[in-house]
């Protein structure tokens, strides 16, 4: 508990460009959670270079995710919003964590077995102990809740047995997590393929819609989705590319899909996906205009970075002392 709040933590890569699915998934709802949780939101630099990265490119996307989080209603003085590489307590905890983690639990991970079969020439040590870091950032911060997605909940089970582990040898040291289940977001499916998810790793970016599309990316894109023959706006499963757009208009407008059958009843697939093009360009739109603001205040940004970071910092060592401590490490001389 930090502050009579439970504690959130989560954490975001800034390779790939966010989609309209991670933004109406999952940021749009995390803007209300600050009142009941203490967050931690971490941009996880170091989960990044486990895969080659051209570091201008690494180091511009960390900021503009930084930056993005923040325009997008993410109040940083009441978020904790940093750079994981600003806080060194990450890479002790993952090494003294390592020590308590078995070859085998690693070896089982999906996105351990996926990631090496994509980067054949590059299995390095970091990918296969990717998990023990996600641990120690989760775990560092006493965290209570993590917002994850299916495709990580693997390894929060990791997390959760290692902490366990851990305090079954040396007593209550760490909390134990819960994935968070709150209020889910839309699920929004790829504009090309609709039975499969929007996703910022996609081949095919007209199956996306990034963030900072600019509208006539947004229009094109809406005016190619994949739709089908039936030439009617209903909201069911045998039409999953109108139902898709369904709910992307539903999450834009806080409409509810009968409202929207009934608002397009007798209209056509083309002038639906219009509307829906300009629906997201009405949420993207300012979005943008707050990102490209934000830029343009560097001392400002620079000061959350610093703040934030000291913040995140005057934790983590909470937890590190204590975590040294147990398994032995000689105290410090002050
Ligand atoms: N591995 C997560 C992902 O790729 C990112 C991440 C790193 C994370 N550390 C975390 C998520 C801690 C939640 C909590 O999506």
């Known amino acids: 508990m930090i502050n009579d709040k439970k504690v959130l933590f989560s954490g975001m890569q800034a390779t790939g460009n966010l989609t309209l699915g991670n933004y109406l998934g999952a940021l ?24 080659r990265q051209d570091p201008q490119i690494l180091r511009k996307r960390a900021r503009a995710l930084l930056t993005l989080y923040i325009a997008a209603g993410l109040d940083p003085e009441k978020n904790c919003i940093y750079y994981q590489s600003h806080v060194s307590g990450h890479a002790e905890l993952s090494w003294i964590l ?4 078995y070859m085998g639990e690693l070896n089982r991970m999906t996105q351990f077995k996926d990631k090496s079969a994509k980067h054949a020439d590059n299995i390095n040590a970091g990918l296969f102990t990717y998990p023990v870091l996600m641990a120690s950032d989760i775990l560092l911060f006493q965290a209570d809740v993590v917002p994850v997605g299916i495709d990580q909940m693997q390894h929060l089970e990791l ?3 290692i902490a366990q582990r851990f305090n079954s040898i040396y007593g209550d040291v760490f909390t134990v997590p819960e994935a968070y289940i709150g209020k889910v977001g839309a699920k929004i499916m790829s504009l090309q393929d609709p039975t499969k998810k929007m996703s910022k790793s996609d081949e095919n970016p007209n199956g996306s819609i990034y963030l900072l599309d600019d509208p006539d990316t947004i229009m094109r894109k809406c005016k190619r989705a994949v739709t089908d023959s039936e030439a009617q706006i209903l909201y069911r499963d045998e039409q999953p590319g109108v139902k898709n757009l369904i709910d992307i208009y539903c ?3 806080n409409k509810t899909a009968d409202e929207v059958v009934r608002e397009f009843a007798g209209k056509g697939y083309g002038d639906f996906k219009t509307a829906v093009g300009e629906v997201i360009v ?10 490209a603001r934000l830029e343009k205040d560097k001392v400002y940004i620079d000061s959350i970075i610093k703040n934030n970071a000291e ?10 002392c204590k975590v040294q401590r147990k398994v032995g490490f000689p105290d410090r001389i002050r």
Do not use: G
């Open 159 to 161: 997390t959760r047995d």
């Open 311 to 320: 913040k995140a910092n005057y934790y983590a060592t909470k937890t590190l």
């Open 98 to 101: 390592n020590c308590y983690t």
């Open 282 to 291: 009405s949420v993207l739109k300012p979005l943008q205009d707050e990102v």
């Open 28 to 51: 749009k709802n995390w803007i209300t959670l600050s009142d009941e949780y203490e967050c931690f939101y971490s941009v996880v630099d170091m989960h990044s270079i486990t895969v």
């Open 251 to 253: 999450a834009c407008t």
